[in-house]
């Protein structure tokens, strides 16, 4: 049994690919062919792009959470919690919550010789501190053959610094460090600055230049020592799904006693967050008009094929066709080259974009130069994470597009009279 085709798909399909062969429809054939390809590049790079940025805004989540734990709840004033141990174990029977471990955040600067750094210090439980930090994630998180968090005992003041804060500062494991802490001490001459001569005991390697250029990790009876604290001043919690957090720290919230706040690890990068949607919006926006242009390219191309087809749009007419099969004819010429440009597109940008950290590095050594210095990016390689969230409605867009732009064309050619195409035929 042989399948017949509506006479207006055969017809419609003959004229996207008729021309070629001959030399008086080139013309339109290349412009029927730029519009496809302007489609198909201008799908291929919205695909990348949002790629690009779902990868790189989780790259840097994931990383992030490396360090920074998914909810905190702290002190208002910046001092001591006052009932610590109550306020843990309440936290902890929450169903979400995973893991809890005390810290104390404190400012102050790290000094080695004449060279002088300012850094966030966070004092930490070392036996507590895995059950909030993801190491699974951080697997580079302390570097091979290196202490982590381990070495840190109460009493040794041993420090734990991040490996770009001790690269700027010249520091191995072993090597002396001064900490000084901003709450100086009163003296007959003045009040001096508090220093404390420690040593550095590991390394860690986050993979986030924020985190690794400027924390440094002590034991938190230590940390308390050094700023005057009875306790720590906050508590680090690890949740079951992290895109929760907001939704339960507004439930631990009304149970804690007076003075103490919650905020989730949204709140504490929000301003970084926002950005990214803003620039992925505004991406979209932007390539979205480029994928537009080019579909619009189909309107000139149909008006010259229709333009050209005038005597057998004439012919069909006398043959007994309907206006309806004439637009339908031409819109499907049109249907055919956004459809073409379109899943080509779409599969071209989903090779490059899973297969991008192979890509890019290559360019860079073609090129001798490095796209994403990690001082600026935070991370130092390209990543990517494909979602159909962003890649269907690019292609259901480009597709729309590709059909409102040969409407107005096909219409002209379903208003073509018969009599008039014929008279100089």
Do not use: C
Request: hydrophobic share 50%; proline share 5%; glycine share 10%.
């Amino acid at each position: 049994m042989t399948l017949k085709l509506p006479y207006e798909l055969v017809l419609g399909w003959r004229y996207t690919r008729a021309g070629r062969a001959t030399r008086r429809n080139g013309f339109i054939s290349f412009i029927s062919g730029v519009s496809m390809l302007g489609i198909g590049l201008g799908v291929a790079a919205l695909v990348i792009v949002l790629s690009v940025m779902n990868g790189f805004q989780k790259e840097v989540r994931d990383r992030m959470l490396s360090v920074v734990s998914h909810i905190e709840v702290i002190s208002v004033d910046g001092g001591a919690l006052e009932d610590m141990e109550g306020t843990l174990k309440q936290v902890k029977a929450h169903p979400q919550v995973m893991g809890a471990a005390p810290f104390i955040a404190a400012q102050a600067l790290l000094a080695r010789g004449e060279d002088m750094k300012g850094v966030l210090v966070r004092g930490i439980d070392p036996a507590l501190e895995p059950s909030v930090v993801d190491l699974s994630v951080a697997s580079q998180g302390f570097n091979e053959g290196m202490p982590g968090i381990q070495a840190l005992s109460p009493g040794k003041f041993g420090v734990v610094l991040g490996v770009d804060l001790a690269r700027q500062l010249g520091l191995r494991v072993g090597d002396p460090v001064t900490l000084i802490a901003p709450n100086g001490q009163v003296t007959p001459a003045g009040v001096l600055p508090r220093l404390k001569q420690m040593e550095v005991v590991g390394l860690f390697n986050s993979g986030h230049y924020a985190y690794d250029s400027a924390l440094v990790m002590l034991h938190v009876a230590d940390a308390g020592k050094i700023f005057r604290l009875e306790g720590p001043t906050g508590i680090r919690l690890k949740i079951k799904d992290l895109h929760e957090a907001r939704a339960v720290a507004k439930e631990l919230a009304p149970a804690l006693p007076m003075g103490m706040a919650v905020r989730d690890w949204t709140q504490q990068n929000r301003t970084w967050f926002a950005a990214v949607q803003v620039e992925k919006r505004m991406m979209f926006i932007i390539l979205t008009l480029i994928v537009a242009v080019a579909a619009f390219n189909l309107v000139s191309t149909l008006v010259m094929t229709v333009t050209d087809k005038r005597a057998d749009i004439a012919i069909l007419r006398t043959l007994g066709a309907s206006p309806q099969s004439i637009m339908g004819i031409f819109m499907v010429q049109g249907a055919m080259v956004g459809v073409i440009g379109t899943l080509g597109g779409m599969l071209l940008g989903l090779l490059i974009a899973f297969n991008i950290d192979v890509i890019v590095p290559a360019l860079e050594a073609v090129f001798q130069a490095s796209f994403l210095p990690k001082d600026i990016y935070l991370i130092s390689r390209m990543p990517s994470d494909p979602q159909m969230s962003d890649i269907l409605p690019v292609v259901l867009i480009s597709l729309l597009l590709s059909f409102v732009a040969t409407v107005y064309p096909s219409w002209r050619a379903s208003q073509v009279n018969p009599a008039e195409a014929l008279r100089y035929e």
